[in-house]
């Protein structure tokens, strides 16, 4: 499995993605073209796809450092934020117990600029716990929630065909299910013979139209930030279920 989710320059560039400011992540003095300011705030906007009225239990696979998993706590009363990166799990448990966290963000070459992440503000942070794990082989008794989000993982598994199986079992029937996938599969996460087939839509709509009603798709973009030049802008394909 591939361990880039481990490193310093990860770690500082999903802080900054999670939790910068616009500024942090477009400082002013630059005319950052306007589809840039449209892809900040992704990880608030894939957990808004959920009803807004209040839940008991959510799940967050492959959280990272965890903002989803925060604002999933704003309507359920317990969030677990489940992710394969002791790192990320370490600074996301950070946050929620200090309510903050100091890294660097890289402008280039070895010049880096301190910066702070803090927890959103409004949010208990006591609804929410981090653990390490894998999302292709959660605990037998993880337990069935009423929300489960997994955003820009499917494309990072060796085996993503067992996460799509064991959804089913994870949410109580009538709960709400958020999958999103900018569709990046690379033979360094995903063996080319566990790609989809024909393409991901389809494939995602034949593994769970079972056990799920489709509620609804929208294009949701992101932007990461690698240095004070360089971003990474994709769209994910967001898709809402709601189980059977
Ligand atoms: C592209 S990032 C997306 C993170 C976050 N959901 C977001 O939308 O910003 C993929 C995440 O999946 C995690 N991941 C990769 N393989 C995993 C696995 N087998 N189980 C759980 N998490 C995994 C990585 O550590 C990383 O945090």
Redesign the pocket.
Known sequence: ?VRI?ETDKLLSE?LL??YGTHKDVLPDGTAWPAGMHDALD??VR?ARVFPGDDAASGL??????G??TFEMARSCRHVVG????ET?IQAATTLRDGGSLTYHRLEEAAVHTPLAAFAPAGIDRGRVDFRH?????LPADLGLFDRVH????LC???HPQRLLDRLPSLLWPGGHLVL?TPCTWLAG?TPPSEWPVPDTRTWLTQSLSASFELLDTREEP?LIRETARKFQWSL?WVTHWRRR
Do not use: E, K, Q
């Open positions: 499995m989710y999903y993605f999670h992704f990880a894939t967050d696979l492959g959280c990272a450092v903002r989803s489940i992710d394969f990166s990320f794990g894998d999302a292709m082989d997994a955003a820009n993982l990072r598994l060796p999103a996460f992101f994910s």
